[in-house]
Every structure is written in structure tokens, then in C-alpha cells.
């Protein structure tokens, strides 16, 4: 039997874990763990506010990965919860990368093209990797969806920042890094409003009294 809550029996209306959406799971955690702690300095040292933007996503979806192994075989209304929490953080990420965006263009800022272009290939890598992973369980519930949504948001972030890589070395300005950061705020609040929706739905949805037969 699957570790987890349903080694003890699950909790009423609880599905049984998907032991191979664990396993994804898992190594989904450990390559944006991974991958953050790479862009983090890579970012920092490239001046780059994409990068930054982008390791922000990483940490966001190695705790959403967290959060998502933690609710695997609970209630709707606790995974629903979950995603509902994810949701909002996600876009507090959005409005922090916009508010980093604002600040570069004011002061007008040139990051490090090479950089920008090596790890952005190989967080390409890794998002394309973990969202082909994850395409099968796109289209479940609001906390399945959360996590399909973070990873296809990622991969195409990820593309944007190394096009944004190419833009710096032939314009030698920061403006391609900034167009790209707000991409991925934009990604980033969009995708928050459609995760905070679905799961705002399925809480009041299960706080509802089931409806009589008609006689």
C-alpha cells in the first residue's frame, strides 16, 4: 500500500495516492530545489533580474511541490485549500518581480549576457523535463492544475530568458532582461488568478449541502 495518509485509510471523499504522481513529485521537488539555488547566484552575479525572477519561481514551485506531496490523498477541501495558498504566493512572486523590474529600469541596469544564456538553457532543460513529467495530471483538481500550470509557466519563462540573453549581447542594454522580467510577472499573476479561481470554486463547492432528489 502507498505511504502516506491511506496506510492508515484515507479520509472521507479522499482518493487513494497516484504512487507514480508522487514519484514525479518528488523529483519535480528535487530539480527546482536544485535549480534555485543555481539561478540565485547565477542571477546575482549576472545582474540579471529575469534570472532572479526566475529562481523565485523555482523556490515558489519546490514548496508548492512540497505543499503538493503533503495534501496527496487528503480531502478535496484540504488539497483545494492547499492550491488556494499557492495561489496567492504565487502571485506575491508576480508583483515582487515587477516591483525588481520598476527598480532595474529606473537605474538602468546591463546583466551579464553569457550567463543570462548558459543557465537559462539549463533551466529550460530542467522545466521542459519536469512539466513533460507533469502533463499527464494537467487536468485535475486545483492543486494538480496549480502544479501543471507553475511548470508550464516556468519552461516558457525559462525560453523567454535566454531570447532575453541574446537580446542584451546584440543591443548591449538591459532593456531585453526587464521586457522578460515583466513576462514573467505577468505569467506569474495571471497564473495565480486562475489557480486562486478554480480552488476558491471547489471550497465553496464542497461547503455546499448536497442537493435533495426530487421526489
Known amino acids: 500500500m502507498d505511504a502516506g495518509c ?19 513529485l518528488v523529483l519535480a521537488l528535487l530539480v527546482n530545489a536544485a535549480m ?15 534570472l532572479k525572477a526566475d529562481a523565485m519561481d523555482f523556490l515558489a514551485d519546490a514548496s508548492n ?57 539549463l533551466a529550460l532543460a530542467a522545466n521542459l523535463g519536469v512539466a513533460a513529467m507533469l502533463f499527464a495530471w494537467r487536468r485535475g ?6 502544479v501543471w500550470i507553475c511548470s508550464r509557466n516556468d519552461a516558457i519563462g525559462n525560453l523567454a530568458v535566454v531570447l532575453a540573453a541574446a537580446g542584451v549581447f546584440g543591443t548591449g542594454t538591459g532593456w531585453p532582461d526587464l521586457v522578460v522580467a515583466a513576462i514573467l510577472a505577468y505569467l506569474a499573476t495571471t497564473g495565480a488568478v486562475q489557480i486562486i479561481r478554480q480552488s476558491w470554486h471547489e471550497i465553496r463547492a464542497d461547503g455546499k449541502p448536497p442537493r435533495r432528489a426530487s421526489a
Open 6 to 24: 491511506c496506510s492508515h485509510g484515507c479520509p472521507a471523499g479522499a482518493p487513494a495516492p497516484d504512487p507514480a504522481y508522487r514519484r514525479v
Open 36 to 50: 534555485f539555488a543555481v539561478e540565485v547566484v547565477a542571477g546575482a552575479a549576472a545582474g540579471s533580474v529575469a
Open 65 to 121: 511541490y512540497a505543499v503538493s506531496l503533503y495534501v496527496l490523498g487528503r480531502t478535496l477541501a484540504l488539497r483545494s485549500r492547499a492550491a488556494l495558498l499557492k495561489g496567492v504566493s504565487l502571485g506575491a512572486i508576480g508583483l515582487w518581480v515587477a516591483g525588481e523590474t520598476a527598480y532595474n529600469a529606473i537605474h538602468a541596469t546591463v546583466p551579464d549576457a553569457p550567463v543570462m544564456g548558459v543557465v537559462g538553457i
Open 141 to 146: 483538481d486545483a492543486n494538480m492544475r496549480s
